[in-house]
Nanobody
Framework: QVQLEESGGGLVQAGGSLRLSCAAS????????MGWFRQAPGMEREFVAA????????YSADSVKGRLTVSKDDARNTMYLQMNSVKPEDTAVYFC????????????????????WGQGTQVTVSS
């Protein structure tokens, strides 16, 4: 199995930036994709962004496109969510996710396709 350890959450002022990190450990040799979800208070879980582990293409939800960007460090099995120009509406618990088997990128927004989830890290944006 894969263990995911997040860091980087916290309190940030609207318009500011944060970078969330997620380090994968364990049986990471078959990891095929990584990404991020979030869940705001009283809201449903929402897809944020994801990318296949191999390749440079990324896929983002319309609500975060241009502001929240996923990236990775292949050698360290670490993924990141760069959060720029944050808004109070970005306040949520953010989860990093990883899957092992291949899947089409059009399924990235479906929680069920992701095999492993991090513990979640709180991001709070003040107005």
């Amino acid at each position: 199995q894969v263990q995911l350890e997040e860091s980087g959450g916290g309190l940030v002022q609207a318009g500011g930036s944060l970078r969330l990190s997620c380090a994968a450990s364990g049986r990471t040799f078959s990891v095929s994709a990584m990404g991020w979800f979030r869940q705001a208070p009283g809201m449903e879980r929402e897809f944020v962004a994801a990318s296949p582990w191999s390749g440079a293409n990324t896929y983002s939800a319309d609500s975060v496109k241009g502001r929240l960007t996923v990236s990775k460090d292949d050698a360290r099995n670490t993924m990141y969510l760069q959060m720029n120009s944050v808004k109070p509406e970005d306040t949520a618990v953010y989860f990093c996710v990883v899957r092992k088997g291949m899947t089409d990128v059009q399924s990235f927004n479906i929680p069920q396709v992701w095999h492993y989830w991090g513990q979640g890290t709180q991001v709070t944006v003040s107005s």
